[in-house]
C-alpha cells in the first residue's frame, strides 16, 4: 500500500518499495560530502565502505537553490516552448556552464562542497537540500571565478531541495531554462555538469538508464520518480543539473549507488517536475509545500484484477483516505479494508486530468508536478460505472508520510 508522497510495504510498514527492475541490495542513505573531512574517510570510519554492501550516498555539497521567479519566466519558458533538434554536448557545456556554480559551507564541522545552478536573473540557485544543511555561511562561486555570498531562503529534506539566493548576478551569465522531466524516455542522452571533488566545471554524459525509481530524502521521505543515469556523477555533483540534449535542465543530481563510493554508473537525479512547485513556494513564501491529494493507494496488478472482475483494467485502487485530505472531501471511496489481500469496494483511479494511470508513480507523478490550490480532475471506476471527481490539492501535513 502507498501513499503518494511516502509508498509503503503491502502491510503498511514505512520500508520503501523496491525500485522497479532493481534489486534492493542493502542500500544505505548517506551523504556523500566533499569538506575538511572527505566522504570517503568518513564512511570508513563509519563501516559503511566495503562487506559487498551497495551503499547510497547522497553528495553533500554546499548548496544553491533555483527559483521560479517571474524575472526567469519570459526567457525560460520561451526556450523551453520552442522545440530543438538537440544540441552537441560541447555546445551544451559551453552555453549553460556558466550558469553552473560551486557552493562552499562552513559548517560547526568544518566545510563542505557541492554544486548548484542559477535560475533567474534574480539571483536565485537551486542546489539540493543536504548540501547547504546545518551551513552557517554559503559562499558561492561562478565559472569565471565571481563569488558572492548566499543567502538560504528555504530548505526541503523531504524532496532534498534548497534555494540560495545572492545579491547580483555576474554580468552575461545567463538563468538556465528549466524543463520538464515528465517526458523523458530510457535512452535519452544526458549532461551533467558539477563540481566532483572541487573539480568546477565539470561535465559529463550519459543516457538515461531508467525511470520511475524510488530514492530516500535526507528525512527518511520516499522521492518518487527519480531519474537514473549513467552520466559519471561523483562526490561534489550533488545539487548540480542534469541537462538534456536541448540544454534544459531536468532534474538535480543528488545520489549514487556505490560499492566503493565513487562512481559505478548507477547516479540519481531530483525530477525537475516535483522541484519546480516546492521551489516556487520557497521562493514565495519561505516555506516548501507539498501537493497532497490524502490517499493510500495499491497498484492493480493483474493477479488483483483478476480477483476483482477488474480483468483488463488498469490503475490505482483506493486503500485508504485521510479525513483531512482533497480525495476524502471530494467523495473518494476508500476500500472495505485498507491492508486486506484483496482491497475490495474502493475506487479504482483510472485516469488524473485525462493522463491514464497505472500505478502509484503515476499518482505522484500527476500530483507532486502542481501547486497547492491547483485543481486536477480524477476519472475512477466505482461500481462498474465511471465517475469524474475534482480535487483541490492541499498543502501535506508535517506528520504525512514522515519516517517513523
Known amino acids: 500500500m502507498q501513499d503518494e508522497t511516502n509508498p509503503t510495504t503491502p502491510d503498511g510498514g514505512n520500508t520503501p518499495p523496491k525500485p522497479k527492475g532493481m534489486k534492493r541490495v542493502g542500500a544505505i542513505a548517506l551523504p556523500a560530502v566533499v569538506g575538511a573531512v572527505t566522504a570517503l574517510a568518513v564512511l570508513a570510519g563509519t563501516g559503511q565502505l566495503g562487506g559487498g554492501d551497495t551503499t547510497i550516498i547522497r553528495e553533500t555539497a554546499s548548496g544553491v537553490t533555483t527559483s521560479v521567479s517571474s524575472a526567469r519566466d519570459a526567457a525560460t519558458e520561451a526556450e523551453s516552448a520552442v522545440p530543438s533538434k538537440g544540441l552537441s554536448v560541447a555546445e551544451v557545456v559551453k552555453r549553460k556552464s556558466p550558469a553552473v556554480v560551486s557552493i562552499s559551507n562552513e559548517t560547526t564541522q568544518g566545510g563542505s562542497l557541492g554544486s548548484g545552478f542559477l535560475i533567474d ?12 544543511d546545518s551551513a552557517s555561511k554559503t559562499t558561492v562561486t561562478f565559472e569565471d571565478g565571481t563569488e558572492a555570498e548566499g543567502t538560504i531562503l528555504g530548505v526541503d529534506t523531504s524532496t532534498d531541495v534548497a534555494v540560495v539566493k545572492i545579491d547580483k548576478v555576474p554580468t552575461g551569465v545567463s538563468p538556465l531554462p528549466l524543463g520538464n522531466s515528465g517526458g523523458l524516455t530510457v535512452g535519452q542522452e544526458v549532461v551533467a555538469i ?20 524510488v530514492i530516500e530524502s535526507p528525512s527518511g521521505f520516499t522521492i518518487q520518480n527519480a531519474i537514473q543515469t549513467d552520466a559519471a556523477i561523483n562526490q561534489g555533483n550533488s545539487g548540480g543539473p542534469l541537462f538534456d540534449r536541448d540544454g534544459r535542465v531536468i532534474g538535480i543530481n543528488s545520489q549514487i549507488a556505490s560499492k566503493n563510493g565513487g562512481n559505478v554508473g548507477i547516479g540519481f537525479a531530483v525530477p525537475i517536475d516535483t522541484v519546480r512547485p516546492i521551489v516556487a513556494s520557497i521562493i514565495a513564501s519561505g516555506k516548501a509545500q507539498h501537493a497532497w491529494i490524502g490517499i493510500q493507494g495499491r497498484e492493480l496488478t493483474p493477479g488483483l484484477a483478476e480477483k476483482l472482475g477488474l480483468v483488463g483494467k488498469r490503475g490505482v ?18 476500500a472495505d479494508s485498507a491492508d486486506a489481500a484483496v482491497p475490495k ?11 491514464p494511470i497505472a500505478d502509484m508513480a503515476d499518482v505522484s507523478k500527476a500530483v507532486a508536478s502542481r501547486k497547492v490550490g491547483d485543481q486536477i480532475t480524477l476519472t475512477v471506476l466505482r461500481d462498474g460505472k465511471t465517475e469524474t471527481l475534482t480535487l483541490t490539492l492541499k498543502d501535506r501535513p508535517a506528520d504525512v508520510g514522515a519516517k517513523k
Open 194 to 213: 558539477g563540481n566532483p571533488y572541487g573539480y568546477a566545471g565539470t561535465a559529463t554524459t550519459g543516457i538515461v538508464s531508467a525511470l520511475e525509481r
Open 121 to 132: 536573473a534574480a539571483g536565485h540557485i537551486i542546489t539540493n537540500a543536504h548540501v547547504v
Open 345 to 355: 469496494g474502493g475506487d479504482l483511479i483510472v485516469a488524473i486530468n485525462g493522463t
Open 317 to 334: 485502487i483506493v486503500a485508504s483516505l485521510d479525513d483531512r485530505g482533497p480525495a476524502n472531501d471530494a467523495g473518494m471511496k476508500a
